[in-house]
């Protein structure tokens, strides 16, 4: 069957919308994000569903509810199983047909085109280490009160593989030094033994490699390469959201390395009960050993880590200066980072020392722009121009997807930028009462942690309205 056509898709991200605001998001992505809208024509619709389970339970307690959200007089649901439905929606440019033998390449085609080792160990005896930072190490992890339980859970855990805490699960926000630790991790127990098999690598690469598996029919290698890991490292896993299938196979993975007592650590954005439609059996079992937060670094962290840094880079960096950039830099270590960067090519440039006014016009835009008030104004002007709609649009009673997104993005850039309540915040958008805003705030969030590219969607949008805001003073 072939894969639903950009207007479908639009058709059924509508449809899903609105049946999530009536039966709310767990049975929605439970049910019906994972199925498609495969045909519409006149008063005839075809869902695809990915198994026997979807498609019973869609028909039985769903149906209705898709014949109104569908909204076609006397419409008719044809109901189909098929079970590549959820790749074609993940990867809709893969064919999922069984592929023709290939052409057996050259010896010389066959070394050209050999893509290098991943990070995961090579088929048989030999395997190839992970390709870490060398500088992520646990001596050069700066630790404070935000991320000492976490740093103490992956000592432990490097000491004592498959003893101590097993799963080890960590969670935090972008930048604050998950991949850090888990890097640190492997350099530890290669240090104690280099003939350790550890597959550490990022959830994106474990979903391509299943996806290739399957193309191929080899999922038995597939299987092979996972399940035969001494220690299995998975960065990002709210990646797993929405793919049943996937989720399926790293279940069948998780079990059988953690039955043979082999350790696992993963690291995601959210905690696991938060990583949405991922499916409850993993829920249980990524808590089954300990699971840790990474919070943001409070002021004494941000300057040691300054410190820190600086050391690392050369730059001699005084305290008045380290305790200046700590007080306007508060979201992330990367940020910290790219401050000193910043910092040290400006000295270079202008051939002179560090001091707290070379800081303060480093920084003196984002220093502005993180001081001026924004105004609704300013961020319904932003997102109505994003996302191409009116201000009435958002203002209205309309639940179409296409009104329903830019609403909820600019109910929480006004929840986070500006001093408005809940209940000021719905009277901007047609009088809806502070619940509605709350639940948009929250699922607007909710997918910021683990979908990478809305979330940098949502950091640009910030970035226009604060420099709007900064003209508009």
């Known amino acids: 069957m072939p894969s639903p056509s950009p207007e479908l898709r639009a058709v059924w991200d509508r449809v899903l919308a609105e049946l999530e605001s009536k039966l709310g998001p767990s049975k929605t992505d439970s049910w019906l994000r994972c199925a498609a809208l495969m045909r519409l024509e006149g008063r005839q619709a075809q869902i695809g569903a990915p198994s026997t389970l979807h498609k019973a339970r869609i028909q039985r307690d769903l149906h209705s509810h898709l014949l109104r959200a569908l909204d076609v007089d006397e419409l008719e649901v044809e109901l189909l199983e098929d079970k590549e439905v959820e790749l074609r929606l993940d990867h809709p440019d893969l064919p999922?047909?069984?592929?023709?033998?290939?052409?057996?390449p050259t010896q010389e085609e066959a070394s050209a085109s050999a893509p290098a080792p991943s990070s995961d160990f090579m088929d048989g005896a030999d395997h190839a280490r992970p390709i870490l930072n060398p500088g992520n190490h646990f001596d050069s992890f700066v630790v404070g009160p935000c991320n000492r339980f976490a740093h103490a859970a992956c000592r432990g855990v490097a000491d004592r593989p498959a003893v101590s805490f097993n799963p080890l699960f960590l969670h935090g926000s972008v930048g604050l030094g998950k991949t850090h630790l888990m890097q640190a991790i492997c350099h530890h127990l290669l240090d104690r033994n280099p003939e350790l098999r550890i597959v550490y690598l990022s959830c994106e690469e474990f979903i391509n490699h299943f996806i290739t598996a399957l193309q191929q029919g080899d999922v038995n290698t597939f299987r092979t390469r996972y399940r035969n890991a001494d220690v299995l490292i998975v960065d990002d896993v709210q990646m797993l959201a929405n793919k049943a299938r996937t989720q399926e196979e790293?279940?069948?993975?998780?079990?059988?390395?953690?039955?043979?007592?082999?350790?696992?650590?993963?690291?995601?954005?959210?905690?696991?009960?938060?990583?949405?439609?991922?499916?409850?059996?993993?829920?249980s079992r990524f808590k089954w050993g300990l699971v840790a937060e990474i919070e943001p670094p409070c002021f004494e962290t941000r300057v040691a880590i300054l410190r820190s840094k600086a050391a690392q880079q050369g730059l001699v960096l005084h305290d008045d200066v380290?305790?200046?950039?700590?007080?306007?830099?508060?979201?992330?270590?990367r940020e910290l980072e790219g401050c000193l960067t910043r910092l040290q090519a400006m000295a270079a440039l202008v051939n002179r020392p560090v001091d707290v006014q070379l800081a303060r016009q480093a920084l003196g835009s984002e220093i502005q722009q993180r001081n001026r008030p924004v105004r609704m104004?300013?961020?319904?002007?932003?997102?109505?121009?994003?996302?191409?709609?009116?201000?009435?649009?958002?203002?209205?009673k309309r639940r179409a997807q296409s009104i329903v997104?830019?609403?909820?993005?600019?109910?929480?850039?006004?929840?986070?930028l500006t001093e408005m309540s809940l209940e000021e915040i719905g009277g901007y958008f047609g009088g809806r009462d502070h619940s509605t805003v709350l639940y948009s705030v929250e699922k607007v969030d909710r997918r910021r942690r683990v979908d990478h590219?809305?979330?940098?969607?949502?950091?640009?949008?910030e970035r226009r309205i604060r420099q709007l805001a900064l003209q508009g003073a």
């Open 377 to 396: 104004d300013d961020i319904l002007e932003i997102v109505t121009a994003q996302f191409m709609v009116k201000v009435a649009d958002l203002q209205s």
């Open 405 to 416: 997104q830019p609403r909820q993005v600019a109910m929480y850039h006004a929840r986070k």
């Open 453 to 461: 590219e809305f979330a940098a969607l949502l950091t640009e949008l």
């Open 322 to 333: 380290a305790k200046f950039i700590a007080e306007h830099i508060e979201n992330n270590v």
């Open 250 to 283: 790293f279940f069948h993975t998780f079990n059988a390395l953690h039955n043979a007592r082999k350790q696992i650590v993963l690291s995601s954005d959210a905690p696991p009960h938060e990583i949405p439609a991922l499916q409850e059996r993993l829920v």
């Open 96 to 104: 999922l047909s069984p592929p023709s033998p290939p052409t057996p």
